[in-house]
């Protein structure tokens, strides 16, 4: 069910992890008669709002699905828009980021951008790893199932070499395999444009995850949204597949 815009009545306690699918940045767009470039550069000042709200709302970790390993089958000059933000965005606001005291990782295929992308993203994550205000995630080039697809042949490779064994791989174990090694698995996903799906986003991390569904197409997207999704959360007994008592 796709949740309303309506502040919380009483302050509650946070999700220590909100993860968000940002979509709609298209849709925006073509509503207003604009290139899907203008969509994303709109979109990526809601990424600022968000991450500010965030901080304000005192939530701790945050990873947003910025760039999908599905999205580089879109066309090549929708693909040159997405990573030419990208390189701008790393050379402009990522310095504010680090004063404000976010610490930024990126989980995904990186290998697939330019090196000078490469080496922005990797400079990013070392001037920033003391950080701890926010704990900000970007996932790039990122898909579920070829994270998980690599975790496995991780794992297989530890145990060929000695360094684990079959009995000792267990969901624990598994996880540090994973991009998300260190990270506490997301409290509430938060998904925009009023689709109602993962799209291959965090899908081993996501198991007991809360799900909100906004209709608003994500360049829209502001703290009034934020704050009703963390509402909604608020109002939800997470029981982690046990029964009430």
């Not at 081993?204 to 009703?228: I, K």
Request: net charge neutral; proline share 4%; aromatic share 8%.
């Amino acid at each position: 069910m796709s949740a309303s815009i309506q502040r919380p009545s009483e302050p509650a306690t946070p999700p220590v992890h909100v993860a968000i699918i940002m979509d709609g940045n298209g849709r925006w767009a073509a509503a207003r008669h604009l290139p899907r470039v203008a969509g994303h550069r709109e979109g990526a000042r809601a990424v600022r709002r968000t991450i500010e709200a965030a901080m304000e709302c005192g939530v701790s970790w945050l990873t947003l699905y910025a760039f999908s390993s599905e999205n580089w089958r879109r066309p090549a000059t929708e693909v040159l828009d997405l990573t030419g933000l990208l390189r701008h965005y790393l050379k402009t606001e990522i310095e504010e980021l680090k004063t404000a005291g976010v610490r930024l990782r990126f989980i995904g295929n990186r290998d697939r951008f330019d090196a000078d992308i490469q080496a922005d993203l990797v400079a990013a994550e070392r001037d920033s790893a003391r950080n701890g205000r926010l704990n900000l995630t970007v996932a790039l080039s990122y898909g579920a199932r070829e994270e998980i697809a690599a975790a496995a042949r991780a794992a297989a490779e530890a145990i060929v070499d000695g360094r684990l064994t079959p009995e000792q791989l267990d969901e624990s174990i598994f996880a540090r395999f994973l991009s998300t090694a260190g990270m506490p698995d997301p409290d509430l996903i938060i998904r925009t444009s009023g689709e109602q799906r993962l799209s291959n986003f965090l899908l081993w991390q996501s198991a007991y995850a809360e799900l909100v569904f906004l209709d608003v197409l994500w360049p829209d997207f502001g703290r009034s949204h934020f704050e009703a999704a963390l509402s909604d959360y608020g109002r939800r007994e997470r029981r982690f597949g046990a029964r009430p008592a």
